[in-house]
């Protein structure tokens, strides 16, 4: 028998009998210790935790009724799970068990997932290539010198690596998406609202959002059908009726004719890699065939949206992480001789270079005389880019951009050049800025194999409209079915 990996298929395996939740469990556990050596893409592995949970699942009477039935998960360690450490990445939370689990922890047990574990991230969520983390880097599952893109890079090379079919991540201005299309796999970034945030440990409240990784659109679909829905306990949380994601796409069954697909070629002049765009034209190409409509717009004002973003994303960073003083919970420095000395002593060694740098910018943009002249502004321009983007769904149905103008670079490469790495998030951010769903599916290869990834956007609200149109793609395709080369035969299928 074939081992099953998809979600699709450990669900159909389990509730057929094939195989049982902890059979799935521990073949999960035995490809992380394979291949999680050399790749770092775990903060912690609960591995007699999700054993427990994978037998009380076999025990239980109404197994056939959970959607995602023995499926293993790995959760971004910047989700709260009760009895497992979450630190964001950072010495300031290290050995943090929280109290309670995020509303997507509590959605994802409660439709039958098994959770195995926490992976790494760039420090409190700030990075484009998981290299800020305290608990070490991570590496690409498709070269092993290489990033495999961030905040998420240890959500994103689980899933690449096959070490599980389905993880969660957060994405503030493309930390689900860009690492999605890095490591080859599919990344998901719901609208703003759909999916609750309560449990996420905060970087930017108006642009944090919480969404799955996977090797499918229609495991991505399956994922959203149990974690999107109103949550009461965040008061960003929409209201709107929930579709059904994974039934949409059954429906569609990867039609794109009549379907409009708007390019705005002027944002793709400087700075993107020439294997990057061919494999981007070639995708155009694709769904063209599919009946898709291509069709040129402009996004005047997506220009401006990187020094947006890293204004109001460090804004509201610098006041999230306030909380993190020393006193109420958290690393505190010892032998203080005073409270303001022991405040400074704890943050200067709790946090990390990156986010110091981004408090340190968040604070200048709020402050007395520049509030106005940066962040006030910051916010005016973000208006006009959702607008950019009223105007052009008035015409198209979906916008298509590469996800990352390069492939995975190499560790260390940008550490050291702070506004080169934020350039990574020129194609993401802005869909953060104006709150849209956005999905990364693989679209074929840089050079030296470097997988490359192509992003939809689309109407506020509809996921599943974006879902749909890059779920046709994908079909029409093979690029998901490629996987690393050098992997430990205990990943193959």
Not at 195 to 224: C, E, H, N
Not at 466 to 478: G, M
């Amino acid at each position: 028998m074939e081992a099953p990996f998809t979600v699709a298929e450990t669900r159909e395996a389990v509730r057929s009998g094939r195989a049982s939740s902890v059979e799935i469990c521990r073949a999960a556990l035995d490809r992380i210790a394979a291949a999680d050596p050399g790749i770092n893409a775990f903060r912690a592995v609960a591995a007699e935790r999700a054993l427990a949970r994978a037998a009380q699942l076999d025990a239980r009477g109404d197994r056939a009724t959970l959607p995602l039935l023995g499926v293993p998960v790995a959760i971004k360690d910047n989700l709260c799970t009760r009895g497992i450490a979450t630190t964001a990445g950072s010495r300031m939370l290290d050995g943090y068990l929280p109290p309670y689990d995020a509303d997507v922890v509590e959605r994802l047990e409660s439709a039958g997932a098994v959770i195995i574990g926490k992976t790494n991230c760039d420090e409190f969520a700030m990075g484009s290539s998981t290299e800020n983390s305290a608990y070490g880097p991570t590496r690409n599952p498709w070269a092993l010198d290489r990033t495999p893109g961030g905040s998420s890079g240890g959500s994103a090379a689980a899933v690449a690596a096959r070490m599980v079919p389905l993880s969660l991540g957060s994405d503030t201005g493309g930390s689900i998406r860009q690492p999605a299309a890095l490591c080859g796999v599919v990344g998901f970034k719901p609208s703003y609202g759909r999916v609750s945030r309560y449990g996420l440990i905060a970087f930017a409240s108006s642009l944090d959002q919480v969404g799955p990784f996977a090797t499918t659109v229609m495991d991505a679909a399956l994922a959203m059908d149990v974690l999107a829905g109103h949550d009461p306990r965040d008061s960003t949380s929409s209201p709107a009726p929930v579709p059904a994601f994974a039934r949409a796409l059954d429906e569609s069954r990867g039609e794109l004719k009549g379907v409009r697909i708007g390019v705005p070629r002027a944002l793709f002049t400087d700075g993107v890699d020439a294997g990057v765009l061919a494999a981007f034209d070639a995708a155009l190409d694709v769904s063209r065939a599919c009946g898709a409509e291509i069709v040129d717009i402009a996004l005047p004002y997506n220009a401006q949206a990187i020094p947006v973003y890293y204004i109001i994303a460090t804004a509201e960073a610098s006041a999230n992480l306030a909380r993190y003083d020393g006193v109420r919970y958290g690393f505190r420095a010892a032998d203080a001789r005073s409270v303001g000395e022991m405040y400074e002593r704890s943050r200067e060694g709790g946090f990390g270079r990156e986010v110091k740098r981004r408090i340190i910018l968040g604070t200048y943009v709020l402050s007395a005389g520049y509030y106005d002249a940066y962040y006030l502004k910051a916010q005016q321009v973000r208006t006009l880019i959702r607008r950019d983007y009223d105007a052009a769904f008035a015409g198209v149905d979906v916008i298509a951009m590469p996800t990352s103008p390069t492939p995975a670079f190499p560790l260390g490469e940008r550490t050291g050049d702070p506004v080169r790495m934020y350039l990574s998030d020129v194609f993401t951010v802005s869909a953060n800025l104006a709150g849209l769903p956005a999905v990364t599916v693989p679209c074929g290869f840089a050079a030296g194999r470097l997988p490359v990834g192509l992003q939809f956007t689309g109407r506020p609200m509809d996921d599943s409209g974006v879902l749909r149109v890059a779920d046709a793609y994908e079909r029409a395709t093979s690029w998901s079915t490629e996987r690393p080369d050098a992997r430990p035969s205990s990943l193959s299928r």
